[in-house]
């Protein structure tokens, strides 16, 4: 899936879900939180990994890193960025970067 089919389609379900009883549509604030809270389940397992490694568990990492993408993506597009574009620019610079090596 392309990064604005991906986009596309978290906010589609995001907004059917949403518009649930008692839910509200994320705001800048409320949607940078819900990420730190799933930066934060990243950390865990990764930290798992070293520490307690009986209860790392790389499907669950890769959960997690999944839902740190989707806060991405409704941050994103409540300020109305392309995620695609800025993509993009971001992968030219790490190649003008090591194009100066
Ligand atoms: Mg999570």
Excluded at 39 to 62: I, M
Excluded at 78 to 89: A, G, H, P, R, W
């Amino acid at each position: 899936m392309d990064i604005k089919k991906f986009q596309d389609e978290v906010i589609r379900v995001f907004t059917i879900f949403d518009h649930l009883p008692n839910r509200r549509k994320h705001t800048g604030l409320s949607a940078v939180t819900h990420l730190m809270e799933e930066v934060g389940e990243v950390a865990r397992q990764v930290t798992s990994e070293y520490h307690r490694p009986e209860k790392f568990d790389v499907k669950n990492l890769g959960q997690e890193l999944a839902d740190v993408l989707q806060f991405v993506v409704v941050i994103a597009d409540l300020y109305k960025i392309d995620l695609s574009q800025e993509m993009s620019n971001s992968i030219k610079k790490v190649e003008d970067k090591i194009s100066k090596f």
